[in-house]
């Protein structure tokens, strides 16, 4: 039992909810305070370096949703198992639980190696990937922002592979969805505000991903969005520390050998 069960169907929550979750989250964000004791960059940077306006980023954004939008109907569609009534008999909760790891393993996985190749591939980089780099320091809202290839062959393709190897439903995927787009959200919130929990328990997080974003860390910290193994494994991981600015806020600052 969930608590939309009676009102809008698992395939409907599949579609929205995390588009709506997204705004949610990237807006609450977007509504704190300056917060400067905690960002990673100052507003100065923020303007200096961001080489895209707010409202083309937002417009990107919901062009990427649409397009999952599109084909999480499609998924939805070709993988029903309702009966004749429209019931879809749930796995057990342990069952769901190893069906979201699986799915966040895979999606790992798939975006690791997609987002290396189009590092890797000057011509990937330069006409497709380089437009999400153009938020150097990234915000919350910014989190989905690129090309809508990349959006289509990182986000999208990689979500839809997710959802089939892990044979999860269309339930399930509310609260995998829904949970990958908190993190991936929160990886480029640019804050480091006390007690996050994704600080906590994910070694892959907002100064993790921000390092990547710096010229110097492009070329490692591919991970994303849940777990750093495959940087780890293959040689592109860069530590990092976190120190204070002489002017307030914190900096992530990459340790190399």
């Given amino acids: 039992m969930v608590f939309w069960e009676g009102y809008v169907s698992d395939e409907l929550m599949g579609i929205f909810a995390p588009i709506v979750i997204y705004w949610l989250y990237a807006g609450f964000y977007q509504l704190l305070p300056p917060l400067d004791e905690y960002r990673l960059h100052t507003r100065k940077e923020e303007e200096e370096k961001n080489l895209v306006p707010l409202s083309k980023v937002i417009k990107g954004v919901l062009l990427q949703q649409l397009v999952q939008a599109v084909v999480a109907h499609a998924l939805f569609l070709l993988t029903s198992s309702a009966d004749e009534s429209g019931t879809t008999i749930q796995p057990s909760i342990p069952i769901q639980i190893m069906q979201i790891i699986i799915g966040m393993i895979v999606m790992d996985t798939w975006q690791y190696f997609a987002h290396r190749y189009m590092h890797q591939n000057k011509f990937l980089y330069r006409h497709i990937h380089s437009q999400h780099h153009r938020l150097v320091v990234t915000y919350a809202i910014g989190a989905l922002y690129n090309h809508p290839l990349e959006g289509l062959l990182l986000d999208t393709v990689g979500g839809a592979i997710a959802f089939l190897v892990s044979g999860m439903t269309a339930r399930t995927s509310v609260i995998f969805f829904c949970f990958a ?73 990459l340790v190399k050998d």
């Fill in 181 to 253: 787009v908190v993190k991936t959200v929160d990886d480029h919130c640019g804050l480091w505000l006390p007690g996050n929990i994704f600080h906590i328990f994910f070694q892959n997080n907002t100064a993790y991903h921000d390092i990547h974003h710096q010229l110097p860390g492009t070329k490692y910290n591919y991970s994303q969005p849940f777990f750093s193994i495959w940087d780890k494994l293959l040689g592109t991981y860069m530590p990092y520390t976190l120190v204070k600015r002489p002017e307030g806020g914190l900096e992530a600052r």
